[in-house]
């Protein structure tokens, strides 16, 4: 009589459903381990045979006034919660009167499958099945199916982001880690129905619940006053910025205050300045981070985070540094020594171009352009100390303003003594270009004229080198240009080759200064803190550990978080920066370097995120 109820359509998918030896997953959450007796709430996953209980409904209740409740959380999460089955604390009644009062409750809220789960108190003893009606009134069969029941901490579970399974390993059972992408519907449901764990008219209406709350909500007067106020405080900060802007645009006007920014002279010092540079991107970080739009995500929720504790670790240094330089008149000292070291560094330089200018290392360098040259840099060492004099009155006032812009940030003091540094190694940038532009220039002469002697020239049009036949006085003159600049050669290699290497080290300095500051900027240290402290809010995945396996008595496991790793952290989390980073590979600057092109191995960071 049963099958022919049923159509061959849903006969089949029943059947198909209901496969022997088929497991259900229950993921029952730890807290309502000790509850009463109750009804289960939760979702059924049916692509993944698993059911996910989120609270428990206490006996006595009324069923309407439970429909009520599951269609308000239905509403407010778009999660399809339901009674999934009944949960008994306690084996106090008759087998028989129990099964009768189950099938009742089934009856009512009308569920499939519907489960059962039963523990006895004072012992490890439990039980659990799940019971289709609509197979059994098909086939006049009993149907049940095994489950398997998996313990979750539903508080570490709401409160975690499972991160995408591109980045993560896959697992299996054990110690290592489950793959993500079965989870993600379960992270999912919990996550969405925070309404039913948050709202306190369920606990305080004629329905009881237990969930994760039951235990104690984790909480801090801290941490609640500091969201009560961050709502005004970041519109307060948002209104200041936007006034500030108003008013320069008042003063000088939008398109006026663009064009002057844009002139020749003003765009050029604020690129080659990383003051400016970095006042400009913490900024947009300060307008980011007081922003009334709400976070769309939590990756956006996030970053606002990271560059926050950023800005205040950094600001927090800068207060440090302000502290140490303002104490015991130490500017006062730096301003002191600062003339005696840069007549020094003069004094050296000097001696440098004298033994230049003589036989350096027993090599026999061309007298005229060896005495050229060196008199040519010599008067530039000159030019420098008479500058370095001049300003000498003015340097520990410099340095006391220099001081105080430590307070908006260690990485705004650390890029003006990067700038401070680019400013008082200025004549070495400049021994470098000519250095490099007079030997770049003969040895372009040399190959140009080494194409000359095999009967080849460059094609400036097709960007090739194609045959050419010369006359006899082209291959005269070429042959007396390539003499003398082969042996005038050493002599500017000479030059080039020390003042390269005296440039190179002003730039490895700057380049440690501008990735101490490119670390201050980018490194994520809220989600760092976050990973070191709460390791269950950024989950990689999860693993199970086997609480019981024995014949006749269901499989129960326990899921444990698996937090992300701390390299994946940093790479999923880190923050733009205008940082500098190398331009060129170590070929390519070895390239340049032995062609004598001008290098720059240092660029801004190109800031696609902001």
Not at 187 to 192: G, I, L, Y
Not at 215 to 221: H, L, R, T
Not at 371 to 385: A, E, M, T
Not at 447 to 469: H, I
Request: overall charge positive.
């Amino acid at each position: 009589m049963g099958p022919q109820r049923l159509g061959p359509a849903r006969l089949s998918g029943c059947l198909q459903r209901r496969t022997p030896g088929m497991v259900l997953k229950a993921f029952f959450p730890t807290c309502c381990a000790t509850a009463d007796s109750g009804l289960l709430v939760g979702r059924w996953v049916p692509g993944q045979s698993s059911a996910v209980i989120l609270a428990v409904v206490h006996f006595p209740f009324i069923p309407i006034q439970v429909k009520e409740l599951l269609a308000q959380v239905q509403k407010a999460s778009q999660v399809q919660v339901s009674v999934l089955g009944t949960w008994c604390h306690r084996q106090q009644e008759p087998e028989e009167s129990l099964g009768h009062f189950l099938e009742g409750l089934g009856a009512i809220f009308s569920h499939d499958p519907w489960l059962q789960l039963c523990r006895e108190r004072g012992t490890r003893s439990w039980s659990c099945k799940a019971t289709y009606h609509q197979v059994s009134n098909a086939l006049n069969t009993p149907t049940e199916d095994q489950v398997m029941l998996i313990f979750y901490d539903q508080r570490k579970l709401l409160l975690s982001w499972l991160h995408p399974p591109t980045e993560l390993p896959d697992c299996q059972i054990g110690d290592t880690t489950a793959s993500t992408g079965g989870l993600a519907d379960i992270f999912d449901t919990v996550a969405r129905s925070e309404v039913l764990f948050r709202n306190d008219q369920f606990d305080e209406g004629p329905i009881r619940l237990s969930h994760w709350q039951s235990e104690g909500v984790e909480a801090s007067i801290l941490v609640e006053l500091a969201k009560r106020a961050s709502g005004p405080v970041c519109l307060l900060m948002a209104s200041l910025l936007s006034l500030l802007s108003a008013a320069s645009a008042c003063c000088l006007g939008p398109y006026i205050l663009s064009r002057l920014w844009k002139l020749w002279p003003l765009s050029f010092i604020r690129s080659k300045l990383s003051t400016c540079e970095q006042l400009r991107h913490r900024l947009k970080h300060l307008s980011l981070i007081f922003s009334t739009e709400k976070a769309q995500s939590p990756m956006q929720l996030m970053r606002k985070a990271n560059l926050l504790v950023s800005m205040l670790l950094d600001v927090a240094l800068g207060l440090l540094l302000l502290s140490w330089l303002h104490s015991n008149n130490r500017i006062g000292q730096l301003a002191n020594a600062l003339v005696p070291v840069a007549d020094r560094v003069a004094e050296e330089l000097q001696h440098l171009l004298q033994w230049l200018m003589g036989a350096p290392a027993g090599l026999k360098m061309n007298r005229a352009l060896d005495q050229v040259l060196g008199r040519f840099f010599l008067y530039h060492i000159h030019l420098w100390i008479s500058y370095i004099h001049l300003m000498s009155p003015f340097i520990e006032h410099i340095l006391w303003h220099v001081g105080l812009s430590a307070c908006l940030g260690l990485t705004v003091a650390l890029s003006i003594l990067s700038d401070i540094i680019a400013l008082l190694t200025f004549h070495i940038y400049c021994f470098y270009v000519y250095g490099a532009r007079l030997y770049c220039l003969k040895i372009y002469g040399l190959s140009s004229l080494w194409r000359l002697f095999r009967g080849k020239k460059w094609n400036v049009l097709r960007q090739r080198v194609d045959s050419c036949s010369y006359d006899l006085d082209q291959l005269f003159i070429g042959t007396l240009l390539f003499t003398i600049l082969i042996f005038l050669l050493p002599t500017t290699a000479l030059y080039y080759l020390v003042f390269t290497l005296l440039r190179l080290l002003v730039i490895t300095v700057q380049g440690l200064i501008h990735l101490l500051v490119d670390i201050i900027n980018s490194v994520p240290l809220y989600s760092l803190g976050l990973r070191l402290c709460r390791p269950y809010r950024l989950a990689a995945g999860v693993k199970f550990k086997v609480l019981e396996q024995e014949a006749g008595r269901p499989l129960r496991l326990l899921m444990q978080i698996n937090p992300l790793p701390y390299s994946h952290v940093v790479h999923t989390y880190r923050l733009p920066s205008c940082g500098c980073h190398p331009k060129h590979s170590w070929g390519t600057l070895c390239r340049k370097l032995f062609f004598g092109e001008l290098i720059y191995p240092w660029r801004q960071r190109e800031d696609k995120q902001d």
